[in-house]
């Protein structure tokens, strides 16, 4: 089993930036792929980023290309989602998600290939 927590979620105000956080316990992370999901009001959840295990690899999904940063530090056992230039269409919780493999590629945009949650933790931004 692999528990997940974020953290750093906030009211922003538009262009401002968020570092959320997504510490792991439970398995050896650095076996782990982790992506970011969000989930706005009345929409399904949707892929944001994942990174690979060493953290060399990154995705993004087109509407945060260049404004998001997937990171992970494998010492500390967490992954960061940095958010610069936040639009009030950015509003959502934001949930990590773990899956242990060796290769992601592409199956790493789909929320059902990841095996481990976490809660969520909610990012408003204001207009």
């Known amino acids: 089993q692999v528990q997940l927590v974020e953290s750093g979620g906030g009211l922003v105000q538009t262009g401002g930036s968020l570092r959320l956080s997504c510490v792991a316990s439970?398995?050896?992370?650095?076996?782990?792929?982790m992506g970011w999901f969000r989930q706005a009001p009345g929409k399904e959840r949707e892929f944001v980023a994942a990174v690979s295990r060493g953290g060399t690899g990154t995705y993004y999904a087109d509407s945060v290309k260049g404004r998001f940063t997937i990171s992970r530090d494998n010492a500390k056992n967490t992954v960061y989602l940095h958010m610069n230039s936040l639009k009030p269409e950015d509003t959502a919780v934001y949930y990590c998600?773990?899956?242990?493999?060796?290769?992601?590629?592409?199956?790493?945009?789909?929320?059902?290939?990841?095996?481990?949650w976490g809660q969520g933790t909610q990012v408003t931004v204001s207009s």
């Open positions: 998600a773990a899956k242990e493999a060796s290769y992601s590629g592409t199956s790493s945009y789909n929320d059902g290939w990841y095996d481990y």
């Open positions: 439970g398995r050896t992370f650095s076996s782990f792929i």
